[in-house]
């Protein structure tokens, strides 16, 4: 039954059990020397998917392997050439891991069919939130096109009326360390959207390295963090964290006003309605931007950035919030408000001062033309 050829030679092909004769002939052999109830029982042992667990020799260097459109953790896995005819192995039971897939048969091999989707399984770089995605782009796209039509509009108003003229002075606005802390932040918070871009999409990167990508990433989040935590000292030691601070006495209506500025006043070519001091950098609507900015979404968006990272060395993150399928689509939509965010607010500084580049070269010197006041 098994010398299919009759060579007296059992071949690779020809000792697997694949035909019911073949079992029974097996199966009478061991009854014969005294065994009962035989049969064919086939068991898979899971383990959980990690980094670092085998040695070079078997581990790839390839991050594109599985963080990629076409990830080979979601593709069947090959547990067998070949197998028992009518028997399925089953998963080992009392083990730390479960397995939510399938074990199939194709052609007479076996196959492990994953199912990510019942297990939490989020792969950077494969599976992606569609809304977020969508949402986000929408968002960033809107701000690109809204800044567009405002600057066009200015532009061409004030070649139709001609600019106001304004006598300035130059006023010592920001000091040394506030420009330091503000271009480092500006610095790897625009390379972290650009490094996260790669990181979530490499099928559309793939001049860059994975890996490397990664690294650059989680430096610059480190580096973020320490600055951040070090200009909450010197605001709060040197008192500049009440600029960030909205009194609520008024703000509602401050905020319409300027408000009704860069929407009508601007064109006009009408003053801005809150004098920018040393003292008073801010208006109403930068106050409450910049705190929600920085005292909301910077701190969440390192919060999730720091449970994404140590998910693999504490698993139990994964049971905190739903996991990774929750806190890297909520890292990337805080990525697209970030970078939505840059644009519009690179743009409102063109508005600030006398000329449109007076506020970004005011964070470079130090010092600020502002408009001179008649006492």
């Known amino acids: 039954a098994l010398d299919a050829d009759g060579d007296s030679k059992l071949s690779d092909s020809e000792i697997v059990l694949d035909t019911e004769a073949k079992q029974n002939l097996i199966a009478g052999k061991l009854e014969s020397l005294g065994l009962n109830n035989v049969r064919i029982y086939g068991q898979v042992q899971p383990y959980s998917i990690n ?8 581990a790839t260097r390839d991050c594109a392997a599985c963080h990629n459109t076409d990830s080979r953790v979601t593709a069947p896995i090959l547990l067998a050439d070949s197998g028992p005819a009518g028997v399925t192995p089953e998963f080992a039971q009392g083990t730390n891991v479960t397995a939510t897939g399938n074990i199939v048969s194709e052609n007479g091999a076996l196959y492990y069919d994953p199912a990510n989707e019942k297990d939490k399984t989020y792969i950077f770089g494969h599976n992606r939130v569609a809304w977020i995605d969508w949402f986000g782009a929408l968002l960033f796209l809107g701000t690109v096109a809204g800044v567009a039509v405002h600057s066009t509009l200015r532009y061409i108003l004030a070649r139709r009326h001609g600019k106001r003229t304004v006598e300035t002075k130059p006023v010592y606005m920001y000091e040394v360390y506030e420009r330091f ?6 610095i790897a918070i625009v390379v972290l959207l650009m490094t996260g ?7 559309l990167f793939g001049a860059f390295s994975f890996r490397h990508i990664v690294t650059i990433h989680n430096v610059l989040a480190a580096l973020l963090a320490i600055n951040a935590l070090v200009s909450i000292l010197w605001h709060l030691i040197s008192g500049e964290i009440q600029q960030y601070i909205p009194h609520p006495y008024g703000f509602i209506d401050q905020a319409i006003t300027q408000a009704k500025y860069y929407l009508q006043g601007v064109f006009r070519h009408e003053p801005h309605p809150f ?12 106050k409450i931007t910049y705190l929600g900015l920085l005292g909301v979404l910077l701190p969440l968006q390192g919060i999730t950035g720091m449970m ?11 049971a905190w919030f739903g996991g990774l399928p929750f806190l890297a689509p909520m890292h990337t939509l805080m990525a697209w408000l970030f970078a939505t965010f840059i644009v519009g607010h690179v743009y409102l500084t063109t508005i600030a001062g006398p000329e449109p580049l007076d506020s970004i070269q005011a964070m470079v010197t130090g010092w600020e033309d502002m408009e001179a006041k008649e006492q």
Do not use: A, G, Y
Request: net charge positive.
């Open 51 to 58: 980094h670092n667990v085998v040695d070079s020799k078997f």
């Open 308 to 318: 994404m990272w140590m998910v693999q060395k504490i698993p139990s993150i994964q």
């Open 197 to 203: 871009l790669v990181i979530h999409r490499p099928d």
């Open 181 to 186: 802390w503000h271009w480092l932040q500006t």
């Open 275 to 286: 004098d920018k001091t040393k003292e008073r950098k801010f208006n109403p609507l930068q």
